[in-house]
């Protein structure tokens, strides 16, 4: 199937807001807990955010990247066959 460009852009969406939400949700709930068992509020709580936003970060780079490469292969290989068709188009 080739892919149009809605759907490389809706594959990038889907595969990098879980980055977001998934750290930020878990870093609250487990912010909080801590908080409460420890009576430290607000600190471990903005710790756990913290610690959490530098995970997501580093996903949200990481899978960026990899996003990249695979784009810029599917867009090599879509040339490539181009230019095949071209050339035996020729003779």
């Known amino acids: 199937m080739k892919n ?3 759907s490389i852009a809706l594959r990038v969406l889907v595969n990098l807001s ?4 998934f750290p930020v949700i878990i870093g609250v709930i ?5 908080d409460r068992r420890y009576g430290t509020e607000p600190w471990l709580f ?3 955010i913290g610690v959490c936003f530098l995970f997501s ?4 780079v990481i899978n ?8 810029e292969r599917e867009s090599q290989l879509e040339n490539n066959q181009k230019k095949i ?5 020729k003779f």
């Open 4 to 6: 149009t460009t809605w």
């Open 85 to 89: 068709v071209k050339t035996i188009n």
């Open 18 to 21: 879980g980055w977001i939400a």
């Open 46 to 48: 903005l710790t756990t």
């Open 30 to 34: 487990v912010g909080k807990w801590l």
């Open 64 to 71: 960026a990247l990899k996003e990249f490469k695979k784009i």
């Open 57 to 60: 970060m580093y996903g949200l």
